[in-house]
């Protein structure tokens, strides 16, 4: 088990130096026994990254990434995103509307102020894209320049890839400004945001921004949100069309599409390989009050037809975007999120598998590119709870002990684990009329891994708005070239004695001298007694000194020396008393 490690190290040794993926120096494996500080401080870089790699799981916090792991790996495995050298905690909250210019705090966020948090280094107000917070959510705030945009203006190509559709907020928020996140089409979703429209002088609805932003790579869900008219003033036409005539966008809408494209210089693309959402990995499983599955049930795999996985879009994005001048991508597992609020744990936990695939196929372009700062974190809290599950008065059919809903699968360990969800009464399709909830996020912080340059500023717990200056790249900071203040002196142990002043002759050879030390600072303490420069008895001692009683064999009569020797790191100390032996 040493001896694995030890191969381990040296392999996340060579990583460094960007020959090898060697995130499993990092694993806290159960059972891990190596210092791990020289393979963590080789891995601090505080040079400004080339190119950004910045992944979210929607909804995606650490319950259900261990509810995941249990199943995916079981209660011991580790996805790559828990190997990641650095990880910390990060605050997610957000405002609420108000007359300015505190906002109220608002505990539980929607994914869109969160988005815009990362985005644009600023809180703003539920349902709101990299615009700022309002007096209600029909008027706009100020628009907030996002760090997609500053590194297109800085000549980095972009990217932006989701399973949601690509108008969904946290696509939305990299690379649009708008009061409403639901405003997504120009024909059909703009009631909540009439100012935003072209023909009012606004910059129009999300997926027209999305386009105008000329974003170089977007993959993702969402073609009835580009399927729309545009304003007959803006020419007429849907948003693809538009897209294609106006920004020179090639359009895919499948897997072997998006396969056949293999380079930007015939212009930007722009794949929707669904209608709304993308399939998630795995089909439904949605809690109920009576408790669904049990010990024996596994996730079925979900037919995704010709979608490409966001391992896939992951790959295809930065394949297009790798240029010398480097690139930022934002990647979004969204499902996680989705099927969440459905109470369905197959769905939402077969995707943070798929958050997964994709961080790998990441670390292997940062492997040959070390210049490359990849981050890896959700942008809020969700329902998801793993509950106990057991024999018990109160266990629901699986076997469960509470939530308002649960389900039971089976994990890797071939064990069950049940997951409640209680933010919102269950669904119920026996109610008439039949109940269909949504459950809520819920107010967490959340995870936030990261590695290559920079990734150290995730550490601790940060807010979501400091992850901006970190996806922008910080002023880097000068590591120390050695010990910064050299290593204080060892002191010289520190020895007390004391001992009876007179004793019999008699009574030293068959009771002893009484003597008392206190030693600090020492790892040996040996006692002597001598007379006339001869040791007549002798006894070691433990570090701390004790009182004790010292026969003395010999006859010895008249004053004797009592020598204690403690021996430390910092050296030997040698304290000496004296007592008389009475005939
Ligand atoms: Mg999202
Ligand atoms: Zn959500």
Not at 43 to 55: Q, S, T, W, Y
Not at 201 to 222: H, M, R, T, Y
Not at 307 to 329: H, Y
Not at 529 to 543: D, E, N, P, Q
Request: hydrophobic content about 35%; aromatic content about 4%; some cysteine.
């Amino acid at each position: 088990m040493l001896r694995r490690r030890k191969g381990l190290v040296a392999a996340g040794v060579l990583a460094i130096g960007g020959l090898a993926v060697g995130s499993a120096v990092y694993a806290v494996s159960p059972g891990f026994s190596d210092d791990r500080s020289a393979a963590l401080a080789a891995a601090i870089n505080p040079e400004k990254p080339r190119n950004v790699i910045l992944i979210i799981g929607d909804g995606t916090d650490d319950s259900i990434i261990t509810a995941a792991r249990n199943y995916e790996l079981g209660a011991a495995g580790r996805f790559a995103l828990d190997e990641l050298p650095f990880t910390g905690e990060m605050t997610t909250y957000g405002l609420k509307t108000g007359p300015g210019p505190k906002y109220p705090i608002n505990y539980v966020s929607d994914s869109a102020p969160t988005a815009s948090g990362w985005s644009t280094g600023k809180k703003t107000v539920d349902s709101r894209l990299s615009q700022g917070p309002s007096s209600a959510l029909e008027v706009p705030g100020d628009d907030y320049e996002t760090v997609l945009e500053k590194y297109k203006k800085l000549g980095k190509r972009t990217g932006d890839v989701s399973t949601a559709e690509l108008t969904d907020a946290t696509p939305a928020a990299a690379a649009s400004h708008i009061n409403a996140r639901t405003c997504q089409g120009p024909e059909l979703d703009m009631s909540s945001c009439p100012t935003a429209k072209k023909s009012a002088g606004g910059k129009g609805a999300i997926s027209e921004q999305l386009v105008d932003n000329q974003v170089d790579v977007l993959l993702g869900g969402g073609k009835n949100r580009f399927t729309q008219n545009i304003e007959p003033q803006s020419g007429g036409g849907t948003v693809l069309n538009y897209a294609q005539t106006k920004h020179k966008y090639r359009t895919v809408e499948d897997k072997a599409g998006l396969s056949a494209i293999t380079s930007l210089a015939d212009g930007p693309v722009l794949g929707l390989f669904a209608p709304v959402n993308m399939t998630p990995r795995y089909k439904p499983l949605v809690a109920t009050p009576a408790g669904k599955g049990g010990p024996d049930t596994r996730c079925e795999t979900a037919e995704r037809g010709n979608q490409p996985t966001l391992a896939d879009m992951t790959d295809k994005a930065i394949k297009l975007l790798d240029n010398p001048a480097g690139f930022f991508l934002q990647v979004e597992s969204a499902m996680v999120d989705k099927q969440e609020h459905s109470s369905d744990i197959c769905g939402a936990i077969g995707d943070v598998l798929e958050m997964d695939n994709a961080l790998k196929v990441a670390q292997a372009y940062q492997a040959a590119h070390p210049d490359t700062l990849i981050i890896v974190t959700g942008d809020h809290a969700h329902s998801t709870q793993i509950v106990p599950n057991g024999a018990s008065a109160t266990t629901d059919a699986t076997g469960a002990t509470g939530g308002k809903a649960t389900t039971t699968l089976k994990t890797a360990d071939g064990d069950p684990m049940t997951v409640a969800y209680s933010t919102q009464p269950p669904n119920d399709p026996n109610a008439t009329p039949p109940i269909s909830t949504s459950q809520s996020h819920t107010g967490s912080q959340i995870r936030v891994a990261a590695s290559g340059p920079q990734a150290a500023n995730v550490t601790g717990t940060i807010d979501q708005t400091d992850l901006f200056a970190t996806l922008l790249g910080r002023t880097p900071s000068k590591l120390p070239s050695g010990p910064t203040t050299p290593p204080a002196a060892q002191p010289k142990p520190a020895v007390a004695v004391v001992a009876d002043k007179t004793i019999s002759a008699k009574s030293i050879r068959s009771r002893g001298l009484r003597i008392s030390t206190s030693v600090a600072g020492a790892t040996s303490v040996k006692v002597a007694i001598t007379k006339s420069g001869r040791t007549v008895a002798s006894k070691t001692l433990g570090r701390y000194g004790r009182t004790f009683r010292l026969k003395v064999t010999p006859k010895v009569s008249g004053t004797v020396k009592i020598v204690v020797t403690a021996t430390g790191p910092g050296g030997r100390t040698t304290k000496t008393t004296s007592a008389v032996v009475k005939r």
